[in-house]
């Protein structure tokens, strides 16, 4: 079974550029979330898509946006980066049954904002 | 979602036991507890999630008391790749709105020689 893999693992860009970051879910899973992780601070939610549609929103500005497509894979995009940005990028997949919904957690982006 | 409370740090020697508390008072009766770790600059790794029994798994057990307003999840024998941020987190398992879940500080586990 594969798990959850993430591309690339650095990235360094300039404040206002735009960033796309890819997750490949872990195999059978139909969740994704991704969550922004500062340094020294527990991971913050920023969305999560079910069946290609956004499904949960955290308190992130419209510039990070995301896609979720049919084979699960997803893409986090970042426009207008800010120096404020710089952060690990974690992808998180799952697979929603009822009463379970463990979510798995790729090894993340970690983003640099010059 | 309730919030929890979490000790900010913790030390445990290698081979002994590891109990990490989490207070979370206001849990309501559908929440479950969720235990994930994160080792240094690695995504979080889920742990153990139970309801109001206590819960065994390969990687630890979890105890949660009668009125479920507190848990400690145990590391039976700790070594020293036990070394992570521990993160107890209060939630229901899925919501017609998503779920996401809300880390917190945790409390940061050094086991040592």
């Known amino acids: 079974e594969t798990g959850v893999t993430q591309s690339p693992t650095h990235l360094i860009k300039t404040r206002g550029q735009q960033v796309t970051l890819r997750c490949s879910s872990q195999?059978?899973?139909?969740?994704v979330s991704w969550y922004q992780q500062a340094l020294g601070q527990g991971p913050q939610f920023i969305f999560q898509y079910y069946r290609e549609e956004e499904n949960g929103r955290g308190n992130f500005p419209p510039r990070f946006s995301g896609l979720q497509f049919p084979n699960y894979s997803s893409e986090l995009n970042v426009n207008a980066l800010e120096l404020d940005d710089s952060a690990l990028y974690l992808c998180?997949?799952?697979?929603?049954?009822?009463?379970?919904?463990?979510?798995?957690f790729g090894p993340g982006t970690r983003l640099t904002v010059l | 979602d309730a919030k929890t409370t979490q000790p900010p740090s913790m030390d445990c020697a290698e081979g002994r036991a590891a109990n990490l508390p989490c207070n979370h008072s206001t849990i309501s009766g559908n929440e479950y507890v969720y235990w994930y770790r994160q080792i240094h600059s690695q995504g979080p790794q889920y742990i153990i999630h139970g309801l109001k029994n206590n819960e065994t798994n390969e990687m630890a057990s979890l105890i949660i008391t009668e009125d479920r307003k507190s848990s400690t999840l145990i590391l039976p024998h700790a070594t020293l790749r036990d070394t992570a941020v521990y993160y107890c987190i209060v939630r229901v398992p899925y919501s017609n709105s998503g779920y996401a879940l809300n880390f917190g500080k945790g409390t940061s586990l050094l086991v040592t020689p």
């Open positions: 998180a997949s799952s697979l929603v049954r009822e009463g379970r919904a463990e979510q798995f």
């Open positions: 195999s059978g899973h139909n969740t």
